[in-house]
């Protein structure tokens, strides 16, 4: 049964960044994993990371909305691990599968197209990188956790996972990765983004004329970032 309640901003973290611990039992955990392993079908690219979309599917070029993609209903394995404090169910689900060394750039999802991120994590922790300039965290995310993404952590950090078969914890353990998925749930933005953040946000790009096929670029240029 998923958890209903239980977010909490800790000490240390991004503004607006939401952690759950638990969210499902280890004994969920192993159902679906068994699921994922088993009964899914994944694109075949042996060794790098794989992504299967349900509802609206996600644009990796845009972090948008594909348009040329219907939309897919959710499975029956998905439906009681919806996070239930939102009015809403999200309109876009990503099921993500990480073998080790697999990671994913530093970017944020597009600001027009979609309001706030959950992710739920899966088979091994790792650690994932927030980066506002020169401002750096880096966050445990443990197996069965949920993390809610809003406001300053959602909209003016990045937030990317490093390709490398180990992690360095803050007490110099090296811990080794292991299979990792995680899913991620993004609810449609109603209305347009009003953050200003013409380094990270899509709507204020527009606004200044940056042709659309070079705000990823700009979102990814560290010194813009910067």
Avoid at 1 to 29: C, H, N, V, W, Y
Avoid at 80 to 85: F, M, Q, Y
Avoid at 125 to 140: A, H, K, W
Avoid at 146 to 161: F, N, Q, V
């Amino acid at each position: 049964m998923a958890g209903k309640s239980g977010f909490e901003e800790r000490l240390g973290l991004p503004r607006g960044l939401f952690l759950q611990d638990d969210f499902i039992t280890s004994e969920r955990e192993e159902q679906l994993v068994q699921i994922f392993l088993n009964e899914l079908e994944w694109p075949q690219k042996a060794g790098s990371r794989q992504s299967l979309h349900y509802g609206y599917t996600f644009d990796y070029k845009t972090f948008g909305v594909d348009p040329d993609i219907p939309y897919k209903e959710f499975p029956d394995w998905l439906i009681p691990l919806i996070p239930t404090s939102e009015a809403r169910p999200p309109d876009q689900v990503c099921l993500q599968y990480y073998p080790p060394g697999a990671g994913i750039p530093p970017h944020v999802d597009a600001h027009q197209a979609w309001d706030q991120l959950y992710a739920l994590s899966l088979g091994s922790p790792v650690l994932m990188q927030f980066r506002n300039g020169d401002e750096r965290v880096d966050i445990d995310l443990m197996p069965r956790g949920m993390m809610k993404m809003t406001g300053d952590a959602r909209l003016h950090w990045t937030h990317g996972i490093k390709k490398r078969k180990t992690d360095t914890l803050a007490d110099g353990t090296v811990r080794p990765r292991e299979n990792r998925w995680s899913i991620t749930y993004r609810w449609i933005r109603e209305g347009d983004c009003e953050c200003g953040n013409v380094a990270l946000c899509d709507v204020a790009q527009q606004r200044l004329g940056i042709e659309k096929e070079k705000r990823s670029a700009v979102i990814s240029d560290t010194k813009k970032i910067e």
